[in-house]
């Protein structure tokens, strides 16, 4: 079976540092990978997603992330965060493209002026 | 092109009590699922639907949870009777092909 951990439920940054957030995976499968934000009172964006190729893949609002296939990690990195991109953001695995994902518990990710 | 729908958005009902919500999915995507997000967790899908046929519903709390999609379009869920656990926010997301889901905003649903 799949699964997904988030290894920080918060992170707290000030506004320009830069920030990860970290998420690891099981599955023993060939593996999908994606990250997704939800800002207060919305639904699920996408950020960014790994389905095959280069390991370093690059999203929207200057978010990127890693496929670390060794450390079986997916961490999603800024180099310089806003107060904007406050807000929790999913991890999530699947076997099969977008088919079926299992997400990981979510990391909340606040962003101190 | 218009995002997934779902209504209503926040609804209050004590325990015991049947509630249904709705959605509407992108036009054309033939795949829709219904998730369950209980605060500070990640979203879990209930129920999957291909076209109007079931594709995966094994999360689904079947003795008091329904879900149909008849027409193979928009889909309603139903909890008959709610619990106090089932407060969480109802996640309704479509997909086209083996592309990403999109998720509308969702119905926070209190149970007293």
């Known amino acids: 079976a799949q699964s997904v951990t988030q290894l920080d439920s918060q992170v707290p940054v000030f506004e320009e540092a830069p920030v990860e957030l970290r998420c690891n995976y099981s599955?023993?499968?060939?593996?999908?990978l994606f990250w997704y934000v939800q800002y207060p009172n919305q639904g699920l964006q996408l950020l960014l997603k790994y389905l095959s190729g280069s390991t370093l893949v690059k999203g929207i609002n200057g978010f990127e992330a890693e496929f670390n296939k060794s450390q079986t990690s997916f961490h999603l990195r800024k180099p310089s965060v806003h107060i904007s991109d406050t807000a929790e953001y999913f991890c999530?695995?699947?076997?099969?493209?977008?088919?079926?994902?299992?997400f990981g518990q979510g990391t909340r990710l606040t962003i101190n002026p | 092109e218009a995002g997934v729908a779902q209504s209503p958005r926040y609804k209050i009902i004590e325990k015991r009590q049947s509630v249904a919500f709705w959605c509407n999915p992108i036009?054309?995507?033939?795949?829709l699922y219904w998730y369950q997000q209980i605060l500070g967790q990640g979203p879990k899908l209930l129920i999957q639907?291909?076209?109007?046929?079931?594709?995966?519903d094994s999360q689904l709390p079947k003795d008091r949870f329904s879900a149909e999609r008849l027409k193979g379009v928009d889909s309603t869920l139903k909890i008959q009777p709610a619990k106090l656990e089932d407060s969480a926010v109802y996640l309704c997301a479509s997909r086209l092909g083996r592309n990403e889901q999109f998720f509308g905003p969702g119905t926070r649903l209190t149970v007293l």
């Open positions: 999530a695995v699947s076997d099969n493209g977008a088919q079926k994902l299992v």
């Open positions: 639907f291909q076209n109007n046929g079931v594709v995966d």
């Open positions: 599955s023993s499968v060939s593996v999908y």
């Open positions: 036009s054309g995507h033939a795949t």
